[in-house]
Structures are given as C-alpha cells and as structure tokens.
C-alpha cells in the first residue's frame, strides 16, 4: 500500500486510523501490517459513504416536504368537510383534494371563503346566467329547468333574496345539495360569490368518512 491509496482519507481519519491500528487491545503499541491498514481503510470510507448517503436521503426528504406543503397550499389544497349541507354527494369528516381555479362549469363542487370559514356549494349559475326557482325548489337557469339528481330533496330553503336574480360579473351562484338546511347563495348573507373568494374546485374524494 502507498500514499495514494489513503489520499482520499481526511487528517483526523488518518490520525485514527493509525492510532487503531497501532494499539491492540490492552492498548499495547503493535505494528500494523498492510493487510490491516487495508481493512481499516475500507472501514472508515464504508462509513463515510453510510453517513453521506443518511445526508442526501434526509436533504431529499426535506425537499420533497417543502414541495408537498408549497404544492397544498398555492395549487391544490386538501380540506375536511365539515357539516351536512352537501350530503348524499359529500358527508361529515371526507377529505378532498381541490385545485385552485377560477374557471367553473355548472355543477361543479367549489369551495369558497366566507367570513373565515371554508364553505362547500355546488356551481349553479355562472357571470351573465339569469337564476330564478319557485316555491317548491326548482331551479331554472336562463329560464330552462336544470335537472338536479344530486338534490335529492328539492325545497326554496332559507331564502331572502329576489328572483329572477343575474349573476353579477366574476361571480357564481351556488347552492348546497341540501336545500332544506343549506345556507348558500340563495341568502343575502352570502349572495353571488365573488371568485376572489373561491378556494378552488373539488378534484375529488382523497377520504370517505
């Protein structure tokens, strides 16, 4: 063995190296032969390449965290359903997955902000549609029946607002698929949503409770 083969080998690796070798193991002083400073050689840099190896997994794992937390929090954020209002499509306690759009199509499932709170409405009429529906819950967008198989039980519900209504630019009507309970866009509380308060679009269903 020559110089060249410890050359990788940093000072205090070498300064162990030769104290392990030099000592047995009552700590006498002994010659090492080559055949030792080999397997010692093999020793130390097996466990430089281990902890470089423990390095870069936990500097990948890091990454990849930040981007799983920076990707749920500008693109697609994941929520909890809280209350009853879109049942049967969406109960208590599922987890969704949304992403973070402003283009919507009639019958989306959208989550939107209100006073702090994340609440989930379905799409029912986009910027431009005239909304009206009568005393037994029906609903007409531009004055044609919309067919509803997601609302199971059809009713006008807590509404204070005057129909036929249009839908102001940049904003959605929305309703729950619980009319009876849901409060929605059919309250003035609420009104046409503007989308600079809408979270995203339901993607899909990550969980079921």
Do not use: H
């Not at 989550?111 to 409405?121: A, H, P, T, V």
């Amino acid at each position: 063995m020559d110089k060249k083969d410890l050359s990788d080998l940093k000072r205090e690796e070498l300064v162990d190296l030769v104290y392990d070798l030099m000592t047995d193991e009552d700590g006498k002083a002994e010659k090492p032969s080559v055949e030792q400073v080999k397997n010692e050689k093999q020793r130390i840099t097996g466990r430089k390449r281990y902890l470089r190896m423990l390095r870069n997994t936990f500097a990948v794992l890091i990454v990849v965290a930040a981007v799983a937390i920076l990707i749920s929090t500008l693109l697609m954020p994941v929520i909890q359903v809280s209350g009853d209002s879109m049942e049967p499509a969406l109960n208590n306690g599922d987890v969704l997955l949304l992403i973070r759009t402003k283009s919507f199509e009639s019958g989306d499932l959208c989550c939107i902000s209100w006073q702090n709170k994340m609440l989930l409405k379905r799409v029912i009429g986009l910027a431009g549609d005239e909304i009206n529906m009568d005393s037994e819950g029906n609903v007409f967008v531009n004055g044609k029946l919309l067919d509803e198989p997601y609302a199971v039980d059809k009713s006008l519900g807590e509404c204070d607002v005057k129909f036929p209504l249009t839908v102001p630019p940049d904003s959605i009507f929305v309703l729950g698929d619980k009319r009876e309970t849901s409060v929605d866009s059919r309250s003035t509380a609420i009104g046409c949503v503007d989308k600079e308060q809408i979270v995203g679009r339901v993607l899909f269903k990550i969980w079921s409770a």
